[in-house]
């Protein structure tokens, strides 16, 4: 069975950091394109980030930019996303997802069921 598994979400004050997890089984992330995603209460998914298959080319929405960096481990079969100075408004459920291509959600095959991530003081 294919599937994407996030982890990592938890509560964080203004400020602070997480790291976000996302486990693959059933299938190897290596031939993939990667991407993070969120949604918050009352709003549209949003793109996070994204890394191509070869890992040589990332995106980072504007809001990430100098803050979230995306990564990969290919031999763990797990991508993370690093969040850094997290803010009020980074509140939302973080989703992963695999593809062919980056950074839209269109070129995303599979998806995980997301994990919370709260920023609150």
């Known amino acids: 069975q294919l599937q994407l598994v996030e982890s990592g979400g938890g509560l964080v004050q203004p400020g602070g950091s997480l790291r976000l997890s996302c486990a693959a089984s059933?299938?190897?992330?290596?031939?993939?394109?990667i991407g993070w995603f969120r949604q918050a209460p009352g709003k549209e998914r949003e793109g996070v980030s994204c890394?191509?298959?070869?890992?040589?080319?990332?995106y980072y929405a504007d809001f990430g930019e100098g803050r979230f960096t995306i990564s990969r481990d290919n031999a763990k079969n797990t991508v993370y996303l690093q969040m850094n100075s997290l803010k009020l408004e980074d509140t939302a459920v973080y989703y992963c997802?695999?593809?062919?291509?980056?950074?839209?959600?269109?070129?995303?095959?599979?998806w995980g069921k997301g994990t919370l991530v709260t920023v609150s003081s």
């Open positions: 059933g299938f190897t992330l290596d031939y993939y394109a």
């Open positions: 997802a695999a593809g062919s291509r980056c950074p839209s959600a269109h070129g995303m095959a599979y």
């Open positions: 890394m191509s298959d070869s890992g040589r080319t990332t």
